[in-house]
C-alpha cells in the first residue's frame, strides 16, 4: 500500500462497537449539537449505537461496518447495507473524528464503500444528510454526490431527520 503507510481500513469486530460508540459520540456532540439538539443526539445515539444492535448488525450478511485507523488510532467508521432499491447500497454512517477532518480520511471511506458497492454488484451509492449540514453535503457533492431527494423521517421519540437523499453513480473503475 505505497503512500498509505500507516492507515487502515478494516471491518468492525464486535469486541470493538463499544470504542465505536465513543467514537460516534464525540463526532456527534460536535457536528449535531446547534443542528437537532442534546435530546436528539442522546436518542439517536442510543438508538444507533447501542452496543447489542451493533452486535446484531455485524452478524448481518447485508450490513457491513469499516473504520479507518491512522497509526493505530480509530479515526472514523462508516457502515452500509444494501438499499431499498436494487443495485443500490445505502451507507447509513460515515463519519470522522472532528479533529481529524479535511485530511482526506473521509474521501478513502468514501473510496472504500464504493468500492464495497460495486463488489456486491450495486451501480449507486446512497446516503442520507441532514438538510442543515452544509458543510457535510459540500463534501459529498465534492465526490461525486448529488441530492436526489428531501426526506422527511419520524423516527419516534418525537424526533424526525430532516433530510436530502442524495446519490452517486458508480463507475466501473479499475479495482487495484
Same mark, same amino acid.
Given at each position: ?5 500507516? %492507515? ?61 485507523? %491512522? ?18 447500497? =445505502? ?34 451509492? %446512497?446516503?442520507? %444528510? ?11 457533492? =465534492? ?24 446519490? =452517486? ?8
Amino acid at each position: 500500500m505505497s503512500g498509505n503507510i500507516g %492507515v487502515e481500513i478494516r471491518a468492525v469486530r464486535a469486541d470493538e462497537v463499544e470504542a465505536i460508540g465513543a467514537l460516534a459520540r464525540v463526532i456527534w456532540q460536535a457536528a449535531y449539537l446547534d443542528m437537532i439538539g442534546q435530546g436528539q443526539i442522546d436518542y439517536m445515539l442510543a438508538q444507533r449505537y447501542g452496543a447489542e444492535r451493533m452486535r446484531e448488525e455485524l452478524a448481518r450478511p447485508d450490513i457491513w461496518w469499516r473504520q479507518i485507523l %491512522v497509526d493505530g488510532q480509530r479515526l472514523g467508521f462508516y457502515a452500509c447495507q444494501t438499499g431499498e432499491k436494487p443495485g443500490e447500497l =445505502k451507507l447509513d454512517k460515515l463519519y470522522v473524528h472532528p479533529g481529524h477532518q479535511r485530511r482526506g480520511l473521509g474521501g478513502r471511506l468514501l473510496a472504500h464503500a464504493s468500492e464495497l458497492a460495486r463488489g456486491q454488484g450495486c451501480h449507486t451509492l %446512497v446516503l442520507a %444528510v441532514h438538510k442543515g449540514n452544509a458543510p457535510a453535503i459540500a463534501a459529498y457533492k =465534492k465526490h461525486g454526490f448529488a441530492i436526489r431527494e428531501p426526506i422527511y423521517i419520524d423516527i419516534g421519540g418525537g424526533y424526525v431527520m430532516d433530510d436530502y437523499l442524495m446519490e =452517486k453513480r458508480l463507475t466501473a473503475e479499475a479495482r487495484d
